[in-house]
């Protein structure tokens, strides 16, 4: 297998560079597609004069670090767009990468809880790596080890991600119980019309239906689909890596993440696209 292989010879073994040269394009359209969110659901209005944000930000930087953040801040925001987009279409891609991940990092100075901000620095810090990005949208697929470093971090911290995830769940007896599904569910049903953006619920209808209860037969079910949820995570990284099995592997994570995408379009999109992403580095 490609991927012990790499580990065996120091990482001198041969791969495919266009592998992590399509990753650049799924990571600057992601990215790409988060920002432009960002300046549309109410970031572009963030640090408004008075803002309840400004006021916090000016408590924890104190006023003249808040001048400077709030300044700098919409400039930013179009500056790390065009970079995701150039990104993607591989124009300068190393340039555009740097300032890609330094406008993502941005958002860890206001974001509470910036899981997505330090897996997007993660990911991109491995395509920082890489020896060759490419150009423009042509992919190379003569062996290199140009990439081999690069491609094996990648398929390490979707391992992690994956295991690291199953093993929170499992220690989750409230999950494990299907109680938390159907509690999170239940009352994303009642509360949808209330929520400030659009795409921040997109539950199909006869899943609410049959599982947007309380009932014992719906905690049940969460309960079953709990279990399946945490096996498909430990059993997609290895499944990823074997040629016969990868396709099978590469259609689940999809259905996986779709699913979970649904249950939080906005806050999950970018882990979702990232990590369905990094499915391309699996393959040698």
Not at 43 to 72: I, K, N, V, Y
């Amino acid at each position: 297998m490609w991927f012990f292989d790499a580990l065996t010879s120091g990482f001198q073994h041969p791969t495919d560079p266009g592998r992590i040269q399509q990753f650049r394009i799924v990571f600057g359209t992601v990215l790409a597609l988060r920002f432009a969110l960002s300046i549309g659901q109410g970031g572009w209005d963030r640090f408004a004069p008075a803002s309840l944000s400004t006021h916090l930000a000016e408590q924890r930087f104190g006023p003249t670090r808040t001048r400077l953040l709030t300044s700098a801040y919409r400039p930013a925001l179009i500056i790390r767009t065009v970079a995701a987009l150039t990104l993607a279409a591989g124009l300068a891609p190393r340039l555009s990468l740097l300032l890609v991940l330094a406008g993502a990092a941005i958002e860890l100075l206001y974001l509470k809880s910036p899981n997505a901000v330090r897996y997007t620095l993660l990911t991109g810090t491995c395509l920082l790596l890489a020896g060759d990005l490419g150009h423009g949208l042509e992919l190379s697929h003569d062996p290199s080890t140009a990439n081999t470093w690069a491609q094996c971090l990648l398929v390490l911290i979707t391992t992690d991600i994956y295991w690291n995830s199953a093993w929170q769940k499992l220690r989750s007896p409230q999950f494990l119980s299907g109680l938390y599904l159907a509690q999170w569910m239940h009352v994303y049903t009642q509360v949808r019309h209330q929520l400030p953006y659009r795409r921040q619920y997109a539950i199909p209808g006869f899943v609410r239906r049959h599982l947007g209860n309380l009932t014992d037969r719906d905690i049940h079910r969460w309960r079953l689909l709990a279990a399946t949820v945490i096996t498909a995570e430990i059993a997609l990284p290895p499944a990823l890596l074997f040629p016969q099995t990868m396709p099978y592997a590469v259609a689940g994570g999809i259905a996986l993440h779709a699913a979970f995408t649904c249950l939080k379009p906005r806050q999950l999109i970018t882990f979702s696209g990232l990590t369905t992403g990094t499915y391309l580095a699996f393959a040698a």
